[in-house]
Nanobody, 125 residues
Framework: QVQLVESGGGLVQAGGSLRLSCAASGRPFSTYVGWFRQAPGKEREFVGTIHWSGGTSYYADFVKGRFTISIDNAKSTVYLQMNSLKPEDTAVYYC???????????????????WGQGTQVTVSS
């Protein structure tokens, strides 16, 4: 069992930045840790993911160049650095873990078995 706890959400003006953290504990060595978000009335959508080795990360097109995922293995923590935030980035952000070992990076929420409780990000215009 993997436990995930997000933090770092809040209210920010458009153009600002936030860094979300996802602290992992429990069963180690998941393969990927991903970030998803869900706005009111919308489906939960993929934001990005990173392999636990700290190597390659992958992003949804709408965040490329603005968001960056990184890992601090010593702290078992994954970060989502969000820059140039827009009002449409307003959502609850979730981190999730998977033991997926396929060739293509996992961008489907059904691939992730473990989820955090979410943290609210609100971007004002």
């Amino acid at each position: 069992q993997v436990q995930l706890v997000e933090s770092g959400g809040g209210l920010v003006q458009a153009g600002g930045s936030l860094r979300l953290s996802c602290a992992a504990s429990g069963r180690p060595f998941s393969t990927y840790v991903g970030w998803f978000r869900q706005a009111p009335g919308k489906e939960r959508e993929f934001v990005g993911t990173i392999h636990w080795s700290g190597g390659t990360s992958y992003y949804a097109d709408f965040v490329k160049g603005r968001f960056t995922i990184s890992i601090d293995n010593a702290k078992s923590t994954v970060y989502l650095q969000m820059n140039s935030l827009k009002p449409e980035d307003t959502a609850v952000y979730y981190c999730a873990a998977t033991y997926y070992t396929g060739i293509v990076y996992p961008n489907e929420k059904g691939t992730y078995a473990y989820w955090g409780q979410g943290t609210q990000v609100t971007v004002s215009s």
